[in-house]
Each structure stands twice: as C-alpha cells, then as structure tokens.
C-alpha cells in the first residue's frame, strides 16, 4: 500500500511563501486524485487542492484558489502546494491523502500522510 510523507511546514510569517512536498512510497496510478486537506486547531479538515495525478487537471476551493498551486512530479513521485502571501489563518496541520474519484471530502480519500504544521505569525 502506498504510503504518504509530507513536508516543508514551518514557522513563516504572514505575507511569506511556503512549498509543501508530499513524497509517495511508490508510483501513484495515472487514475488516482491526490488532494492537500487542512486542519486547525477545533476545526474539521477542510479541503483546500487535489490534482488528477493522470492529466494534471487540478481542483481548488474557491476560497483559496488566487494564493494556493498545486503541482506534482511524476517523475519523483511527488505533489506540491504552494502557498502565497500567508495568513495567520492557514495555520494549520496540512495532510495530503489519495483518493480513486475526486472530491472535496475528506471521507473520500482512503489513505493519508502524518501531516506538517504550518504556523503563520503575524
């Protein structure tokens, strides 16, 4: 079973920009949709970018679609999301999972990585 290993979180301040990596054990079927989610601190995980890992179409939540790219590397096995002009309010724990369909809930998806804090000071 594929296993997911994200990285790149910190401690940044707002206004700055961060690249989260998220490293798959092994090489993701082109049918498969990976997505970033998101959880602070008394919150429900929230959906934030999932990308078709085939032909790269990639999804957003409205609300976060003008500073948040995602992107991966076929190659290395590999998803991105970049983050611009940080908030202290996208601090959070962020998770990448992979799903077989595309959603924005995080039932759908069936396996997950540990996930890595982001903390935006202001």
């Known amino acids: 079973q594929v296993q997911l290993v994200e990285s790149g979180g910190g401690l940044v301040q707002a206004g700055d920009s961060l690249r989260l990596s998220c490293a798959a054990s092994t090489r993701a079927y082109s049918s498969y949709v990976m997505g970033w989610f998101r959880q602070a601190p008394g919150k429900e995980r929230e959906f934030v970018a999932a990308i078709r890992w085939g032909t790269g179409r990639t999804y957003y939540a409205d609300s976060l679609k003008t500073r948040f790219t995602i992107s991966r590397s076929t190659a290395d096995n590999t998803m991105y999301l970049q983050i611009d002009s940080l908030k202290p309010e996208d601090s959070a724990v962020y998770y990448c999972?992979?799903?077989?369909?595309?959603?924005?809930?995080?039932?759908?998806?069936?396996?997950w990585g540990q996930g890595t804090q982001v903390t935006v000071s202001s």
């Open positions: 999972a992979i799903a077989t369909e595309y959603s924005t809930y995080a039932s759908t998806y069936r396996t």
